[in-house]
């Protein structure tokens, strides 16, 4: 059984993006990896306190969960940038952390 997330991904990307029903499991592969080396730029940056590429990340994230219909996630990489941007970025980990977590299954699809 598939997750949610996974869920709500494909009905986005079958009624807002036309992805057709045969590409869906490829798309949500090559989907996954991206969004698997996006996170680990995310996690090594925020590490490193490497905040120019912390923001890069963040955009890059914000944009691809939008366009897979994950708004709410969209705005935690969001606020990831926002925090990267300002002269505190005290919450940075926990945002990520958040968003690791909301994303694993969608993280993992590509090992299906």
């Known amino acids: ?25 490829s798309f949500l592969k090559d ?11 995310l996690d090594e940056a925020i590490d490193e306190g490497e ?11 914000k944009g691809s969960l939008v366009n897979l219909g994950l708004e709410e996630l969209s705005m935690v990489a969001g606020n990831i940038e926002t925090a990267a941007s300002s002269t505190s970025p005290l919450y940075l980990s926990c945002y990520y952390m958040r968003l690791r977590r909301e994303l694993l299954p969608l993280l993992e699809y590509a090992d299906k």
């Not at 996954?32 to 730029?41: I, Y």
């Not at 905040?51 to 994230?61: C, D, Q, R």
Request: no cysteine; aromatic share 2%; glycine share 4%.
């Open 1 to 25: 059984m598939e997750s949610e997330l996974i869920e709500i991904v494909e009905k986005h990307l079958r009624e807002i993006a036309g992805v057709p029903a045969e590409q869906m499991g």
């Open 51 to 61: 905040f120019e590429t912390v923001v890069t990340s963040a955009h890059m994230l």
């Open 31 to 41: 989907t996954s990896v991206h969004l698997r080396d996006t996170m680990d730029s």
